[in-house]
């Protein structure tokens, strides 16, 4: 038992290994620290932005191989996970997020258990009916759908009501809003907050138990009804 854990253990620490290089790749392939320095005012020419890049290791002249050395040995001797184009610790910025992240993913399993599970119980009891074949091919759809996809769209219709509302109620960035004072007004804005992330969470969540639940209670009532259909044996005539 106790090899096993370790197997299983080491296997997930190697994959979370391998992710963590392939995303700093990818980041340094497709992100452009530099926009970041674009915008400001007055404009910086090329050379003063690579000059303010290269305290934290994201100077382009640097070569990507090199830049990822020094951010790995960091890593692995100091702890230090390095900076943020602006400057920001990355170590600072761990906790605090995953604490936001946290908050995100124990609201949306919560509820994606919740509604998937009640959705398979109410569909599983009126199988082959309108509503069984409806819930199956909206969750097969979803379930299908990208988590970015999903996720871009439902900022996209939060947008499209709060232009239509004439309210500003469906945020789509940030965890707070600035300025904001007292308790109940903070605890409210959070929850603004929360409501499209968590929205999205759920709706790529649930169709995974909803399908998983469905099909379970599906084969036991199959397997039950066969048991008390199945015919009895026809006892043997006595001599």
Known sequence: MVRHVIRKAAGW?????????????????????????????????????????APYN????????????????????????GRSPTGVSVNGEIGYRALISGELVIIATVLSVVIGVALAVYTAS???????????????????????????????VAIWLNQNAGLHFLYVAGENSPGVEGLLPTIGDR??????????LTLMGYAGYHLTQRGWRSATRSSATSRWTRPSPVPSPRC
């Not at 382009?60 to 890593?75: C, G, I, Y």
Request: no cysteine; charged share 15%.
């Open 13 to 53: 620490l190697l994959m979370i290994v391998f992710a963590t290089n392939a995303t700093y790749f990818l980041a340094s392939w497709f992100l452009d620290p530099r926009s970041n320095f674009r915008e400001l005012r007055p404009v910086r020419t090329e050379e003063q932005i690579d000059r303010a890049l």
């Open 126 to 156: 009126r199988q082959y009916g309108w509503a069984d074949r409806i819930s199956q091919a909206v969750s097969i759809a979803v379930f299908n759908i990208p988590t970015s996809v999903a996720a871009l769209a439902v900022v996209f």
């Open 58 to 81: 994201l100077g382009p002249q640097e070569p990507l191989v090199h830049r990822w050395w020094d951010w790995l040995t960091s890593v692995v001797f100091h702890f230090d996970w």
């Open 191 to 200: 929850l603004l907050h929360l409501i499209l992330p968590t929205l999205s």
